[in-house]
């Protein structure tokens, strides 16, 4: 099984709609975060999350929210999706400020 | 925001040459991550430089971290089919607190 596990792992909707990506992991880890992956961009940060209680923007945080419901679990929504939306979305956890990521599989978003 | 520019985008060789990928910033960087994500995967951590000056081997791939800890580079000699994907660099830097960002990647098709 998976130590990120991320739902749904693939997604279409229609514009206006509103859609949540979840994450759970198994790590026990306490950073968790949220990435957008287009072709040639690499990955950018959405959001971030130190524990329960710590919710931090990252470089392209509008038009997203998240939520940290527990440790071990980090959803991200999109109130209102729009077509610009479309793309992988990876969720990931971490130990310390400079440790390795470990990365969900992914989940794919198409907004139609 | 920060950035850090990755070249070649894309690059294609003949199994057995070998490659190189470059990672520059403008900015001086706490340290410097590299990742391998498989098409179709997700990343997966490599490895981490924090000296200046520092290189680190994995069997045919060699990691350097610059002098002035603003650029790095992966080298992989020999390649192999195996090989094939999109490496990414990531990099912490001195002044942008706790986020980590990516490079756009460089993505490796090797011909058998």
């Known amino acids: 099984d998976a130590d990120v596990t991320q739902t749904p792992r693939n997604r279409i909707t229609k514009t206006g709609k509103r859609i949540m990506l979840e994450c759970s992991q198994t790590?026990?880890?306490?950073?968790m975060y949220w990435y957008r992956q287009d072709p040639g961009l690499g990955l950018r940060l959405i959001y971030y999350?130190?524990?329960?209680?710590?919710?931090n923007k990252g470089e392209i945080s509008d038009g997203y929210s998240v939520s940290r419901q527990a440790q071990a679990k980090f959803s991200l929504s999109l109130e209102s999706a729009i077509p610009n939306q479309t793309a992988l979305y990876f969720c990931?956890?971490?130990?310390?400020?400079?440790?390795?990521?470990?990365f969900g599989e992914g989940s794919r978003l198409t907004v139609l | 925001g920060q950035q850090v520019m990755q070249i070649p985008q894309y690059q294609h060789v003949q199994e057995g040459e070998d490659f190189t990928t470059y990672c520059n910033s403008s900015?001086?960087?706490?340290?410097i991550q590299w990742y391998k994500q498989r098409p179709g995967g997700h990343p997966v951590f490599l490895i981490q430089?924090?000296?200046?000056?520092e290189v680190k081997k994995q069997k045919r791939l060699t990691f350097q971290f610059g002098e002035a800890k603003k650029n790095s580079s992966l080298h992989i000699t020999a390649t192999q089919t195996t090989d094939v994907g999109t490496y990414f660099c990531?990099?912490?830097?001195?002044?942008?607190?706790?986020?980590?960002?990516f490079g756009g990647g460089t993505r490796l098709m090797v011909k058998p």
């Open positions: 990931a956890t971490g130990v310390t400020f400079s440790g390795e990521l470990f």
């Open positions: 790590k026990g880890h306490d950073r």
């Open positions: 999350s130190f524990d329960v209680k710590d919710i």
């Open positions: 900015t001086t960087l706490s340290n």
């Open positions: 430089l924090v000296k200046s000056g």
């Open positions: 990531a990099v912490h830097h001195n002044n942008a607190g706790n986020m980590l960002t």
